[in-house]
């Protein structure tokens, strides 16, 4: 089976349930780095934060990464009511849209595992592993993991939106633009 068949059935697996996503957190890649476009909050809900800013910023001329402050209305508990839904949608070049894949993941599970690379935002401020209590929150200057990414995600451009929820109800949602190209072998 080819790389993409393999990717296509994991995928699936996800997709139907058959498998949890959650138990797949940790991945390993090197084939291709991830450029990031913009970043941006498309709904808080008031009762969860009381301002939410993410941002993309460039402290120099080599790269990019991101900034993010909020205030925190209530505590995020290290238990499965607080779930992340991704969405990685295809750009195509006439702008129509393709759902590529979508899982449901712990945030929790996120930050400790560093899935994703999202564990980098840890040390770039003063957010915690969960239970994250209420209160004021901000990362400076993080920058994901390109290599904590799914290995053999096909390049190209995507959108993938990232959705916050507590016992299916929406707390946040924040778009993501990124290329995704792969390194060239020699």
């Known amino acids: ?9 994991l995928i699936w697996l996800i997709q139907t349930n058959s498998i949890s996503a ?23 809900d008031p009762g969860f934060v009381e301002f939410f800013e993410l941002k993309n910023v460039k402290p120099n001329r080599t790269y ?5 402050r909020f205030h925190l209305l209530t505590d995020i508990e290290d238990n499965k009511n607080f779930k ?4 990685a949608f ?29 564990g980098q935002v840890l040390s770039a401020g003063n957010i915690t592993t969960c239970p994250i209590k209420k209160g004021y929150y901000y990362a400076k200057n993080f920058i994901m993991d390109d290599r904590r990414m799914p290995p053999h995600v096909p390049g190209g451009n995507y959108k993938i939106l990232i959705t916050l929820m507590k016992d299916k109800i929406t707390l946040t949602i924040t778009s993501l633009y990124i290329d995704v190209i792969y390194k060239l072998k020699h």
């Open 22 to 44: 959650e138990n797949l957190l940790y991945f390993e890649q090197n084939d291709y780095v991830v450029k990031y476009h913009h970043i941006h909050v498309d709904f808080s």
């Open 1 to 9: 089976m080819n790389f993409k068949a393999a990717y296509m059935v």
């Open 90 to 118: 295809r750009l195509r070049t006439n702008s129509v849209e393709h759902l590529l894949f979508q899982f449901n993941i712990d945030v929790c599970q996120c930050l400790r595992k560093n899935t994703f690379g999202m």
């Open 84 to 87: 992340t839904n991704v969405k």
């Open 64 to 68: 990019k990464a991101f900034s993010a």
